[in-house]
């Protein structure tokens, strides 16, 4: 029997601690690049590289990033906030010490919703401890060539800005931390602060996760472990999902409660499916944080948060449901949409508005352009026909000018040629039928067809087909769903 | 004294530094002195004065978010005690 779904009802409790990588052309205390992928130690100074006598001063762009992220997480924004020096002694760290924040964070207690369009989890309102700006290190790797036991540091990383996110243990379930983390990633991304790509380390999760097992009327907690090397929102969730039913066996056995053993530290090896054990660095918590006196404080000013706050555009949560309540779209259709990104959600909000059918812009986004800009590898801001273009085309096939298949030739025509609907129509030879001469061809066609008349009165619908290949074979151009609707109209009024 | 050879064992360790006990004891010591000359500023009386968050009044120093050239890598690894021209190289570090 898999433990997590066990008879015996108790909670699973999952905090998160989420490290970005801000999107800043140069690192937080010097001008070196931030680059990924650059060979080794070839993106540092001797100011990343903990030479003495140098001196950090901030990267104010990163410190806008920060704001950015923190007000859109509804995070208090501190009046003052100040960096700390958090000493530790590792090898990827030259100066022995990392900047950070200790005890006055630029931000604190906020929170942001998850989301689910397919309703399968409740919307949870996961708290945001604190948001703080530190400097990231460098990277170690173990040096295999020759069989030498040595390891590799490469400095490049030290000093990029990292924003270190903290939630309150409020998610109950791994799908709910990967919910979080999906959302999460689609705010950073609206915002643009980070790529929050996670191969490439931008994006890194930590998770904290215990069960509270209800007892004699009480709730008791079991010992907190930490989750490590998580290097996916699906890692995350089967790390997760394996920890939860690994603690509630290990709380069966020996019925230890939070206290009674140190805070564990694991790791998910993904190969293997499970979570193993990290050596312990029990010296290493020790930090003796300290304020950085090479860095004054900063101090934030309301007017600041103010205008920070109107520079962030419309946030996916809010322009999902905009989606859905002006656009007349599911749930699940604003998701997609906005789940593309601001270009793509902003170009069908502009083709909504042009063409007066949101449902419409919606599926043939969905349908037709998502799947061309894939075909084509290239994104919305580079696809050659415009939103007002695409929307001239809707509108014909909204009006019955053109059937979907007829439109999807336009649109292939518009894109090879670069010209608008009606140019391409013409093209192709296809001539919008004029309403008054498409009812003339039915009427005709009734009065041709009296057998087929008499059939769809006699309540054989489906008889209709044969007049629709009849018009086809006379107007190629006509739209058939609109030939049907016409005869039925006829034969109706006819009764 | 104010410091303990524990303590200074401790910060060693931390610190990462391998003392001999010879050493342990001078420099607990020293570093005992230390602590206690810092110590004087204890009698001072603080009552009702904020603490201060730095030493100079000045707040929000920055810089534009603009690359400057970096090192060579030959003169980033020009220092290290060992290094393959690429990396540096340092003892092997254990897990994560
Ligand atoms: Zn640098």
Redesign the interface.
Known sequence: MNATQSATAHDVVIGLEVHVQLA???KLFC???TRFGA????????LC?GMPGTLP???????ELALQTAVSLDCQIAP?T?WDRK??????LPK?YQISQYD?PFSHDGHLDTYDPKGNLPVRRVGIIRVHLEEDAGK?M??EAAGK???????NRTGTPLLEIVTEPDMRSPAEAKAFLTELKLLLTYLGVSDCNMQEGSLRVDANINLHVPRNGETIATPIVEV??MNSFRAVERALEYEAGRQWEEWQATGQKMGDVPKQTR?WDDAANLTRP??HKE??S?Y?YF?D?D?????VSPEEIEVITKSLGELPAALRSRLESEYGLSAYDSDVLVNQGRSLASYFVQVAEACGNGKLASNWIQQDILRLLKERQETIDDFPVSAAALADLLRKVDQGELDTSKGRDVLGGMIDSGQPAEDVMLELGIAAVDESELTALCEQLLVENERIVADVQAGKVQAIGALIGQAKKRNPNVNPGRVREICLQLISKRA | MSLSREAVT?VA????LELTPEELDSITSQLGQIVDYVQQLSSVDTEGVEPM????E???????????P??P?EE??ANAP?H?D???????????
């Open positions: 800043t052309q140069s001008s070196c690049a060979p080794p130690n070839t993106l540092t100074c001797p590289i001063v901030m990267n104010r762009h990163a410190f003052f100040k000493n530790y002694y590792y090898p990827d022995g006055l170690s173990h040096d036991s040595d390891s590799l540091i490469d400095l490590k090397n790791g990290q050596r010296e290493s020790d003796r304020p006196p860095l004054v404080p900063v101090v | 401790k360790l931390l610190a990462r968050a730095h030493a100079m000045q707040h929000n120093v920055f810089r534009a978010d603009e690359v400057r970096s090192l890598r980033a690894l060992r393959n690429e990396y540096y190289r340092v003892p092997a570090v254990l897990g994560d």
